[in-house]
Structures are given as structure tokens and as C-alpha cells.
């Protein structure tokens, strides 16, 4: 694979997709947990790093680091050139019309958080509604209930129906007139449902709303393409799909973020300041305010070389396989329901489960010490976990190094924690 921190560009899907070769260069994936291989299985929460990815932060902190857009020494125009570098890559990686239209943020909870504090705080007014889904994570629903209660907005939800689909026969009338915004997640990270962003672009833009699209768990598994989903804006974090934490996305249509207040004051974001008065510098700065994280981005720009080097159509079928394979096998235990869509081909690769008899917690706890990491709990998302009558799941969640061995070595720890509980 080439050195991304030097800003290749490769074409997608150049690299055989080869699960062996994928997992080499994890270096986590060396690890033994409690005497046990690895078998991480938490990548809905965030995905591990390939060695590329680890070697563009060390690299940059070793041979470039300088502050971005304000040098014209070597090291800062170096850093300037690699942090703009990594925005074009990740333009092109979601099919952005301009790279301007890319803002660097913390992650997704904040890509909502700066939608929700400028464009919805200009746009949104008494009387107007706000409507999301019965399926959004907490960064997509908090902000929402704040805006609402500070403009006299009502806040109205898409239901999840029993079969874990988004129930969409009352589009119609739950996106109205007075529909400003929708907001919806592109996958759950509970139940794996993949909801249809187009059928919800055409009813916002039918009634002049914006469409917002929260792609925390789609833009790292799948082809995501803003202009064929027609979004308005798009989230994602960089720590779900290689990248390190603490740098996200937030994708908008260049005409909607120009015309949006900043988010944050300071440095770099200005163009001009008096001692009364300042104006705003263009997109993406206006977004930027203060030293960016300079470091990440370039990593992420190398996240987003591997993932098009494998190439995301790859990514997505073999997470397909892996999910009906796991389905399949977890259902064949007997005691153990399985939240969301029971067709593996309508979600994506995260399985949500409870079982009959043994509390998520005490799974969790019980696999870790097989050397297995799952996720336990309400995984920010309580309205719709406590929808099932429970206040906690467990959930297994795949990504591109995981294996069929690594499932059932899920599904024999189960089995072996059943054993242990009934005794
Ligand atoms: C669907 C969804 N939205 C938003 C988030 C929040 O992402 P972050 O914690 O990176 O801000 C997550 C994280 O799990 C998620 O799964």
C-alpha cells in the first residue's frame, strides 16, 4: 500500500481485498486480551487503525508539524498543503461538488451540534417543526429537543416499525409545511436498518425543508454519495472509518453553509476585524475557528486512501456476508432475539441482541474474558432500546478485518457463557 501521508490519490478498489492482509496491518489485532486473541467486535463505536493511518500522525508530527494557513516558511506551507490535501480526499470520498463544502469538526456530535446552533437557530422559528426518527443516536435527537424548546418548535419523529424499519406511510403529513429540517440517520447503530435517504430528500425538498443526514455509521461501511442522496448536510467521524478520534465531518451544500452564521469565533475564521466590528472569512474557514487539528485530518486523509484503496463496494459485500453469516449462526443459539431487520440484505453490519436469560452486562463481561469486545448497554440511542422493553442490549458490529472464525468464536462464547450461567 503507498505512504497516504504523502497525498497519494489512488483510484478505488485498486487493492485486492484480501481479509489476511487487511488484519496484518493492524497492529492491534497482535493483542491478546485476557491470554485470548483479540476479537473486536466494538466497530460501530469506533474501528481500529491500520498501520498507514498510525505512520501519516507520527510522520507529520516528525517531520512537518507547524501551524496551517498563516506561514510561508517551509514546515507550515508543508502542513497547510497536507491538511487541504486530506479535505480534497475526503471531497472526493463522499462525492462532494467542491472541497469548500467540507468542514472540519471534532465529530459527528458536533457536525449536528454547529447545523443545530446555525442553521436551524436562523432558520427554525415558533410555530415550525423539526422532524427526525424513533431510531437516532442522542447526538441527533439532544440537539433537536434544545432547539425546539428555545424557538417553540415541536419536535416530530419518524417511527421505527416491529420489523425495525422506518415507517414511512405517514411521511406526508409528519413532514409538513411547517417542516423546516429533517434529520435522519442513514444506518442505526442498533438496529443495522439502512433508512431511505432519498424518499426523505424529495419530501423535505418538497415542502422547502432541509435534509440532514447523519452518517456516523454509513459513510465508513458503505459508497456514500451526497449528490446521488440529494442531502443537504452529512455527519460523519473519522474514528469509525480508520481515522483517529477527535476529527469529524460535517458536509453541506456550499449555498447553505455560506449563507449560515459561524459556529465559533477567533482566529482564522475572520477576514477582517476592527476594534468595533469583524466579517467572515469564505467556507470552509468561516467553520474553522482557532488551530485546526491538523494532525488528524492528515490521517483521515490516509484512512480515506486505504478504504478507496480496497475499494467501498468491497467493504460493504464483505460486511454483508459477515452479517448473514453472524445472523444466521447468533439466531441458531435459540435464546437470543436479534433487534432490526431479520434480512441481513436490508441492514448493515451491526447486530443488536438480547438474550433470554443472560443480562447484556454479564455477557459483555463474561466474552471479555474469552478475549471478545462487544458492546453493551443503551449505545446512545435509550428512547429506542427502551421501545424494546429493556434498558440494555448487547451488539456485535463488524468491520473490514473481521472473519467468519472471529463470529463464531462469538457465537461458541455465548455458548460457553450459557453453560456457566446454568450451572
Ligand atoms: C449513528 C450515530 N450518530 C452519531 C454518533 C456520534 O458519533 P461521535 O461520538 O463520533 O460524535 C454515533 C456514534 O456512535 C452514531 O453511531
Given amino acids: 500500500m503507498s505512504d497516504s501521508s504523502r497525498g497519494s490519490e489512488p483510484d478505488s478498489g485498486t487493492r485486492k481485498f484480501d481479509v489476511d492482509a487487511i488484519r496484518a496491518d493492524f497492529p492491534i489485532l497482535q493483542r491478546k486480551i485476557n491470554g485470548q486473541d483479540l476479537v473486536y467486535l466494538d466497530n460501530a463505536a469506533t474501528s481500529q487503525k491500520p498501520a498507514q493511518v498510525i505512520k501519516a500522525l507520527t510522520n507529520y508530527y516528525e517531520q512537518t508539524n507547524a501551524n496551517v494557513h498563516r506561514g510561508v516558511h517551509t514546515l507550515s506551507i508543508e502542513a497547510t498543503d497536507g491538511y487541504e490535501l486530506a479535505r480534497t480526499k475526503v471531497a ?69 416499525g416491529d420489523d425495525g424499519s422506518l415507517v414511512v406511510s405517514n411521511l406526508n403529513s409528519i413532514i409538513d409545511s411547517r417542516t423546516k429540517i429533517v434529520a435522519a440517520t442513514h444506518m442505526s447503530n442498533v438496529l443495522g436498518t439502512i433508512n431511505p435517504i432519498a424518499l426523505l430528500a424529495d419530501r423535505a425538498h418538497e415542502v422547502g425543508a432541509v435534509l440532514l443526514v447523519d452518517a456516523a455509521q454509513s459513510v465508513p461501511h458503505m459508497q456514500v454519495d451526497v449528490q446521488a442522496l440529494d442531502a443537504d448536510f452529512l455527519c460523519f467521524s473519522a474514528h469509525k472509518m480508520l481515522g483517529p478520534t477527535g476529527i469529524g465531518v460535517l458536509w453541506g451544500k456550499y449555498d447553505l453553509l455560506e449563507a449560515m452564521p459561524p459556529y465559533m469565533f477567533g482566529g482564522d475564521m475572520i477576514f477582517e476585524v476592527t476594534y468595533e466590528d469583524a466579517s467572515w472569512n469564505d467556507l ?30 468491497n467493504v460493504w459485500q464483505h460486511e454483508q456476508e459477515l452479517t448473514a453469516y453472524a445472523m444466521e449462526q447468533v439466531l441458531s443459539l435459540g435464546h437470543v432475539k436479534v433487534l432490526g431487520p431479520q434480512n441481513p440484505a436490508l441492514r448493515g453490519g451491526v447486530i443488536s441482541f438480547i438474550h433470554d436469560t443472560i443480562h447484556p452486562h454479564d455477557l459483555g463481561t463474561a466474552l471479555d474474558q474469552q478475549g471478545i469486545a462487544i458492546r453493551t448497554g443503551h449505545h446512545c440511542a435509550m428512547p429506542l432500546v427502551r421501545s424494546f422493553d429493556v434498558v440494555a442490549a448487547a451488539r456485535a458490529s463488524f468491520y473490514i478485518y473481521n472473519t467468519k472464525s472471529e463470529v463464531d468464536a462469538l457465537v461458541n462464547g455465548i455458548r460457553e457463557t450459557e453453560g456457566y450461567f446454568s450451572r
Fill in 284 to 313: 470552509p474557514y468561516k467553520f474553522e475557528a482557532g488551530t485546526p487539528n491538523i494532525a488528524d485530518a492528515i490521517a483521515t486523509g490516509a484512512a480515506v486512501d486505504y478504504l478507496t484503496e480496497l475499494g467501498m463496494d
Fill in 92 to 160: 472526493k470520498f463522499i462525492n462532494a461538488r467542491r472541497p469548500e463544502e467540507v468542514i472540519w469538526t471534532r465529530n459527528t456530535s458536533e457536525s449536528l451540534n454547529l447545523v443545530a446552533a446555525t442553521w436551524a437557530e436562523t432558520n427554525v422559528g415558533d410555530g415550525d417543526n423539526i422532524v427526525i426518527t424513533a431510531m437516532e443516536h442522542h447526538s441527533n435527537i439532544v440537539p433537536w429537543q434544545q432547539l425546539a424548546a428555545r424557538k417553540g418548535a415541536e419536535l416530530r419523529y419518524l417511527a421505527a
